[in-house]
Nanobody
């Protein structure tokens, strides 16, 4: 099973940008669809974005469309989440996850998870 480690979180002002990275171990990374989820205090974990194993297809939550971009580099076993025009409501712990379909938006549809990275957006 693939192991995942997120990085790139931090504190940013509203309107700013951050790029999250998720590094995967193992030789099977390119077989997985990859997703990003987030969880704010007191709320359930929610889908943010997903990308197909080849990187050719992507899926976004309505709340981040036009602001966030998911991408991957299979040669580096890494998936990215570029976050622009950040808002205070984007504050959450962000998790990457490995699954079988880029169309999947439920947490139960993903098999492996990272530990998360904190993103805080100040107003």
């Amino acid at each position: 099973q693939v192991q995942l480690v997120e990085s790139g979180g931090g504190l940013v002002q509203a309107g700013g940008s951050l790029r999250l990275s998720c590094a995967a171990s193992g030789r099977t990374f390119s077989r997985y669809a990859m997703g990003w989820f987030r969880q704010a205090p007191g709320k359930e974990r929610e889908f943010v974005a997903a990308i197909s194993s080849t990187g050719k297809s992507a899926n976004y939550a309505d709340s981040v469309k036009g602001r966030f971009t998911i991408s991957r580099d299979n040669a580096k076993n890494t998936v990215y989440l570029q976050m622009n025009s950040l808002k205070p409501e984007d504050t959450a712990v962000y998790y990457c996850a490995a699954g079988s379909s880029w169309r999947a938006i439920g947490t139960y549809e993903y098999d492996a998870w990272g530990q998360g990275t904190q993103v805080t957006v100040s107003s």
